[in-house]
């Protein structure tokens, strides 16, 4: 018979491999692609795993930087409105829902909220239409427009939670002492904001960085796509280019896992948050 | 204490954020529900679209379902969303619920694991296609190394209808399983520790730890992943439009890229068809959030 320390041992030892194993098998995929994307297309054909010959070289990026820097450019352009704009105009919105009492409140704030489960193919048709009319199709800050009120509903959501987890103590003095609500908002409201608007930031910069089915309805001309579409434009039809296509969807990946890395405790409160209810 | 505001002071807190929602996201959502009644003439014509956009073999192909699974996809898009879910939300939310419980019993390097893990709710749904493309082809696709130890003959596995499908569904797994994990990572970590301390001095085993304690107490967070969960699969676009393009044949269709086809894609455009579909997919989702809104609210 084992003891009992024996069999604490064994167990922690199959946990870990158990655990290990699966972060080994989720990782694969992306080793593949960063093997890939340093190695010359013959040795991609042999398989990235295959190590007999392996040839470094950055060709891939070159090519691929080439392809997608204006892609990429384009794309901060589009994601850094798109972020500021929900971010104080959410906040507003959300200050009013937590602290203010007004007519049709509750009902208006579910109507918000329910706008998260709407298919984004529902609000695409005719937003191209509407675009049409606005002269913005085919225009980043158009797409960004877009983004900015498609992005609301979650932030509200997410920053009304968040405040009615804060204390009031500081409002109520400081509108005892005259203050206005603007002011209260501005100097005592925002600065306890603050960890709840770094998860907004993070969250709304990578989602609209990610996004790819906006820009492919709304932006068209060469100059102006976005890097998402640029990425899927060189794959082609039968020739597929892996290695510029791995290197590019490195380059692609890089701003949303470098925020990840750096945020990373303000990226899962923003995902936990926004789902759960506070 | 909710105070009564100013109604001007109410309006200018909001008006920013409700006139950007009602300009872009609510006037959208109105006009395409009004689009989905009206025939290509602009006649009103109730629900006859909603009928003729599910009867055709892009969206139902009761003709090949009558065969499943001998006859292989595609069977319509609306069947491979429903296949989407039957076979991605159980795998998904078990494995996120079992990740989570594994990883809170102190494992070396438990907060790498958990990133690596991540790593797919983070990357573009684009680049997730691309991976999984990649990874699946005949001669790069690491895939094909593992079952040719298993005797199996290297193939482009999303090539072929009769495989592309399940890959695409199977390889999402992928893809959300950080989501399911995270939240069940900080549902388990919400549970207070004197519960399980009283159960042990009443001597129960970890099992009955687990039944009646962990998953009743879940029970809310398991609301909120499966109905996230679903949500996702019934939208799902970008990853399968980088992946297959809805290829071969038909075979990976999906809902929401038959909605962009429609509009977007074939000549002339088929706004009556294109909308009236999305109404339906809007009226399903809208459906499962208000439904999970409210068991929530119990």
Known sequence: MFSSRARRIAVRVIIHIVAWTIALLWLTPVMGVIMASFRPMSEIIAGWWNLHKVTITLENFKEAWIAMRRGLLNSFIVALPSTIIPLICGALAAYAFSRFSFLLRDLLFLLIVSLMAIPPQTIGIPLFILMNKLRLVDNLL???????????????????????????????????DGASDIYIFFHIVLPLLKPALYSIMVLQFTWVWNDFFFALILIYSPHKLLATQRLVWFK??????????????????????????????????????????? | ??????????????FPALILILIFVIYPILHTFYLSLVDLEGHFVGFKNYVKTVMRSEVLDIKRLKHFPKKSPPYGALIHNILWIVIH?????????????????NIKGASI?????????IIPMVVSGIIIHFTFEKDTGVVNLFLSMLGVKPRSWLAYPETALYVLI????????????IVYSAGLEAIPKELYEAAEIDGASTFQKFRYITLPLLKPVTITVVTMTILWELKIFDYVYAATLGGPGGATNVLALQIYFDYFVTVPARPDLACSLAMILTFITLGIALWSLRSLRR
């Open chain 2, 89 to 105: 939300l159980p795998l998904t939310t078990f494995l996120g619920l079992f990740l989570a419980a594994l990883l809170r019993g």
């Open chain 2, 1 to 14: 204490m909710p105070r009564i505001g100013l109604n001007k002071q109410v309006f200018l807190f909001l």
């Open chain 1, 236 to 278: 082609g039809e039968y020739h597929v280019p892996w290695g510029t296509l791995c290197a590019g969807s490195i380059l692609l990946m890089a701003i949303p896992i470098i925020l990840y890395a750096v945020f990373q405790k303000y990226f899962i409160k923003g995902i936990v948050g926004g789902t759960i209810r506070g």
């Open chain 2, 113 to 121: 694991i958990k990133t690596i893990i991540f790593i797919g709710m």
């Open chain 2, 170 to 181: 199977l390889s999402s797994v992928w893809l959300w399983t950080g989501f399911s994990m």
């Open chain 1, 142 to 176: 158009g797409l960004a427009l877009f983004h900015s009120a498609n992005g609301l509903s979650w932030v509200i959501l997410f920053l009304r939670n968040y405040l009615e987890t804060l204390p009031r103590d500081l409002e109520d003095a400081a509108r005892v």
